[in-house]
């Protein structure tokens, strides 16, 4: 497993496997906490969320964050008696579960209904975060169908630039449910195309408690603080320039990254930063690598670019 690296873009190296494996205390609370293996996941994730809401929560015993989120995962789960699920997977032990949910980091948390994902988080969130994350899933009772068509359309106008057809759509799912939090990130990104970056940030505030730490969410945060990087961003050229003078010069590098990813050329950015991590990991305390970090919140797991970027990063940080 030495491709990992932890949520915080860490390298995650493999040690001591054998002891902390069979923590859950499924059988205590007699099968409402369990361990998942490839054999007996579709039962105990997909099948089960078909009569309640399950948490999966992907971990491995050497993953210092993993240890901290998992008590507190299953004293929620535990104080829900019974009208919540978690079940546990050991990714060292279940490669291939992790590899078909294109698990990049750990830990990382999906929620499941009705046998699919509707929700989820990575890494060690507060406790606070952790309870509300699981009572929006017992009260929420996921989307309805009529929602859910809504959502997709407002998604599809969105990807199509029709700013204003998308922003009509996601508030009129919030019409109906004030605080949804994919519907708040679609109009927060509504506007942060636009390029009204404080009513983007505003856009945000909607959303309610136990949303706050959705993906799509942390996703619009990610990139409105990387476009309030971009605003003071130096021209291309002369940091190219710069950089053929002096390929030492990890700061022109990196503000060329900045100047790149402010014109839309997320991929080159991605290189130069990936460049300067291997000349220099820990330059400016680990700026690259944190930058990096940050682009891939904000391009989500699931990217291409995200799945690529991190591949790139695990080499480089293991070698």
Request: proline fraction near 6%; charged fraction near 25%; charge should be negative.
């Amino acid at each position: 497993m030495a491709s990992l690296i932890d949520a915080a873009g860490r390298p995650i190296k493999v040690k001591d496997t054998a002891p902390a494996a069979k923590e859950s205390s499924g059988a205590k609370l007699g099968g409402v906490i369990k361990d998942a293996t490839l054999q007996t996941f579709a039962a105990d994730v997909l099948d089960a969320s078909m009569e309640v809401p399950v948490i999966v929560d992907f971990w491995a015993p050497w993953c210092g964050p993993c240890k901290q989120l998992g008590p507190h995962l299953e004293r929620a789960v535990e104080q829900a008696k019974g009208a919540v699920r978690l079940v546990k997977v050991n990714i060292d032990e279940n490669p291939e579960i992790a590899q078909q949910l294109r698990i990049q980091s750990i830990p990382t948390v999906y929620a499941f209904k009705n046998g699919q994902p509707v929700d989820g988080f990575m890494g060690a969130i507060p406790e606070s975060q952790i309870k509300a994350f699981v009572q929006g899933l017992i009260a929420g009772g996921g989307p309805e169908p009529a929602e859910d068509d809504t959502l997709a359309r407002a998604d599809e106008a969105l990807a199509k630039h029709d700013l204003s057809a998308a922003a009509q759509l996601y508030g009129q799912i919030l019409q109906d449910e004030p605080g949804h939090p994919k519907a708040v990130a679609g109009l927060a990104r509504c506007y942060l195309e636009s390029g009204d970056l404080d009513r983007a940030q505003k856009s945000l505030g909607l959303v309610r408690p136990d949303g706050a730490a959705d993906e799509a969410i942390r996703a619009v945060q990610a990139e409105l603080s990387l476009k309030e990087k971009a605003a003071s961003a130096d021209d291309v050229a002369r940091l190219r320039a710069a950089i053929e003078s002096s390929p030492a010069d990890l700061q022109a590098r990196f503000d060329l990254a900045i100047a790149l990813d402010a014109k839309g050329k997320r991929e080159e950015a991605i290189d130069q930063l990936l460049d300067i991590v291997r000349r220099d990991r820990k330059w400016n305390e680990e700026a690259a690598r944190k930058h990096l970090v940050t682009l891939f919140e904000a391009m989500g797991p699931a990217d291409p670019r995200t799945i690529a970027a991190r591949r790139r990063l695990s080499s480089l940080l293991f070698s």
